[in-house]
Nanobody, 129 residues
Framework: VKLVESGGGLVQPGGSLRLACVASGFTSDYYAIGWFRQTPGKEREAVSCISSHDGSTYYADSVKGRFTISRDNAKNTVYLQMNGLKPTDAGVYYC???????????????????????WGQGTQVTVSS
């Protein structure tokens, strides 16, 4: 599995960014794909995911109402639209994919750390004035 992220950058507080993750190299129809983020000194945090099973989306409380995850199946791409960005949203954002959908959902909703099957290389998001 190969995951390639793009779209990170520098944005002022209150601004927006859209991250994209192109996925390739897998054939399973049952998986969850989404986003983690990490800041120095902190554990990697699951932010959002989308289920291939039914397209359901899930968000961490810290981003609910501001971030939107979506997918374009024709392009094998998942997006994370981030609005109302705060300095606390800054970090390296990683695209992740796992075939254990419930586990990924628990990581996002309950913040339970979990090993992930596949990771991208990460894209930096900086929120600063």
């Amino acid at each position: 599995v190969k995951l390639v992220e793009s779209g990170g950058g520098l944005v002022q507080p209150g601004g927006s960014l859209r991250l994209a993750c192109v996925a390739s190299g897998f054939t399973s129809d049952y998986y969850a794909i989404g986003w983690f983020r990490q800041t120095p000194g902190k554990e990697r945090e699951a932010v959002s995911c989308i289920s291939s099973h039914d397209g359901s989306t899930y968000y961490a409380d810290s981003v609910k109402g501001r971030f939107t995850i979506s997918r374009d199946n024709a392009k094998n791409t998942v997006y994370l639209q981030m609005n109302g960005l705060k300095p606390t949203d800054a970090g390296v954002y990683y695209c992740a994919l796992d075939r254990n959908i419930p586990k990924f959902i628990r990581a996002v909703v309950a913040g339970i750390p979990m090993p992930i099957g596949s990771w991208g290389q990460g894209t930096q998001v900086t929120v600063s004035s």
